[in-house]
């Protein structure tokens, strides 16, 4: 289907940078002249609609149900309607453009157009991506804010786009739809996949931090509901009286003074089992304060708010560096009786088993005060059996990360292959009508991408609102 794809006979430049020549029968038009902006009053059945940087339009509830700016007050929310081109105008940038699948209501900073004639709303939200993938879109701006635009329909009216013949808009739709699902598939049988390792990750420690390694070991209740029991001649006590622990500096730019600057790590950069140290911000810690606020290797660093409970060690590599205040740095109150590595491996069973969450109240976002973390109760075992627990499940576990970051590198090329097909195929790069004539008439459909992982990933920003 994509092997014998030829380019078009003859093409021409209109003059647009961002798209470069398309074919020679082709045509081009303001924005406006193909859409209108659609203003509806919202009905009281109708739910909330969310734009997302995938390009997908649907019902929030349909995604997934956390990660989200709740609204307290609905003011001007308007209606949308299933086949709506929506066009998020904050967000447009990133890709958040799509046509509606459903009808509700959505924020009043998407814009929301019908088209005036035969333009087909879903080739233009193909056209609109490509805008924000060009970098187009994000040219515009007038610097709202950052990393951001106001791309309202009043500016996307002003553009000029590609029209290509009505039937040929269809037979790109067509096309794009078939291949791009087959790659979406693919991408989810490599997601899937991960979630399986991950589980098999997860159950070799479970067992290894629980009840160690000798099967035969006898066991006693921990009293810590979450872990169970745990070998009898392991001792179970509060964090505070194995590991100091210090929350990092508060990021005051008004106290700044630009002197003492050093790299500092953000909760951002801990992931889990290792430590993204990067393009790392700068923040101002004096020498007198850098015995608190600055990290040494061995130092567990643990994420307080967003990403609970998610942790690494820091294994050096730069002379200095500090840590922010959303971070906890643990340090044993005795190499000779603990081994941070351990309690990392720890810190993965208590986070799975939601340890962190259990004084969550409510839809409260749940935080990990140094309080809390210091009266949290783990099982500890002798320094030599800490040591041999953390270097089996380093070894055994090898295969498991070669084989999930060998995953997660076919997904990023499977990514990558989609968004150059995408904007090959859209710009007129490449002649799809006699392939589209050729693919079967009824489609598979995609589950609901929710039902397999959540779209957010770490260091990804939340698509929506």
């Known amino acids: ?97 799509g046509v509606s699948d459903s009808d509700g209501k959505g924020s009043p900073i998407y814009g929301v157009c019908r088209p005036k004639s035969d333009a087909n709303p879903h080739y233009y939200a193909h056209v609109v991506r490509e805008m924000a993938r060009s970098q187009w879109i994000l040219a515009l701006s007038r610097g709202i804010r950052e990393r951001s635009t106001d791309f309202r329909f009043e500016s996307f009216g002003r553009q000029f786009v590609p029209c290509p013949p009505p039937d040929e808009q269809a037979a790109i739709v067509r096309f794009l739809d078939h291949a791009n699902g087959k790659i979406e598939r693919a991408i989810r049988a490599k997601r899937k996949l991960i979630v399986l390792l991950n589980e098999q990750k997860q159950a070799i420690i479970h067992r290894a931090v629980t009840r160690g390694l000798d099967p035969a070991v006898k066991l006693k209740p921990s009293g810590i509901p979450w872990l169970g029991e745990v070998p009898e001649h392991w001792i179970a006590v509060s964090l505070r009286q194995r590991y100091h622990q210090c929350l990092g500096k508060m990021v005051d730019s008004k106290k700044a003074t630009g002197k003492y600057l050093i790299p500092y790590l953000r909760n951002f950069d801990v992931r889990w089992g290792y430590i993204n140290k990067s393009a790392l911000p700068l923040i101002d810690i004096a020498p007198n304060e850098r015995e608190r606020y600055t990290v040494k290797p061995g130092d567990l660093l643990i994420c307080e708010g967003r990403h609970l409970g998610r942790s690494a060690i820091w294994d050096g590599g730069i002379e200095i560096c500090g840590f922010q205040k959303a971070l906890h740095r643990l340090r044993p109150i005795s190499f000779e009786a ?76 499977l990514r990558e292959y989609r968004t150059r097909l995408t904007a090959d195929v859209v ?39």
Not at 26 to 44: C, D, H, N, Q
Not at 382 to 408: D, F, G, M, N, V
Not at 430 to 456: G, H, I, W
């Open 1 to 97: 289907m994509i092997d014998d794809l030829k380019p078009y006979p003859v093409y021409k430049d209109i003059g647009l940078p961002w798209l470069g020549k398309v074919p020679g029968h082709w045509e081009e038009e303001r924005a406006k002249g193909l859409f209108a902006k659609v203003e509806r009053p919202i009905r009281p059945e109708d739910e909330i609609v969310t734009c997302f940087r995938d390009g997908n339009v649907t019902l929030r509830k349909n995604r997934r149900l956390r990660g989200y700016t709740e609204a307290i007050y609905e003011l001007g929310y308007q209606g949308i309607r299933k086949g709506d081109l929506v066009i998020h105008a904050m967000d447009a940038f990133a890709g958040a453009t």
């Open 338 to 413: 603990d081994d941070p590595k351990f309690l990392q491996y720890v810190m993965i069973i208590a986070n799975a088993t939601d340890a962190f969450h259990r004084n969550k109240i409510d839809n409260a976002i749940p935080h990990l005060t140094g309080e809390m973390l210091r009266a949290h109760r783990f099982a500890f075992p002798p320094i030599y059996e800490q040591k041999k627990i953390a270097s089996y499940l380093e070894s055994y576990l090898r295969q498991h990360e070669t084989a999930i970051s060998r995953t997660e590198r076919e997904i990023k090329l």
């Open 427 to 465: 710009t007129g790069k490449v002649d799809v009508r006699e392939a589209a004539k050729r693919l079967p008439d009824a489609a598979e459909e995609l589950p609901p991408a929710d039902e397999l992982t959540d779209e957010v990933e770490d260091g990804i920003e939340p698509e929506g609102e």
